[in-house]
């Protein structure tokens, strides 16, 4: 893998790892018992991230439209790159 994705990777498994850690996402996980329990860790982490979505503009100076893009992008080419390598 090309080291600019293992370090984004990296990145990501860190702010996940300290998201999922701290006290606020503790207390919307247990706001979701009974059978929901099981998948609370997944329904937060959407909610959450469809807040950063709703609010994206407040977080970041970049369009949300055009950071999409640029991920799909890099994902595309990724792609593209392993299929080569494993060809």
Do not use: K, M, N
């Not at 994705?5 to 860190?14: D, G, K, P, Q, Y």
């Not at 937060?44 to 950071?67: E, I, K, N, T």
Request: glycine content about 4%.
């Amino acid at each position: 893998a090309d080291p600019v994705w293992r370090a984004a990777v990296r990145e990501h498994r860190a702010i996940d790892a300290w998201t999922d850690a701290h006290p606020v996402v503790a207390l919307s996980r247990a706001r979701l018992a009974g059978p929901l329990r099981r998948y609370a860790g997944i329904v937060v982490d959407v909610a959450y991230d469809h807040c950063l979505a709703r609010d994206w503009a407040r977080w970041s100076a970049q369009p949300l439209a055009v950071f999409i893009e640029a991920v799909h992008a890099a994902l595309r080419a990724d792609i593209i790159g392993c299929r080569r390598a494993c060809a």
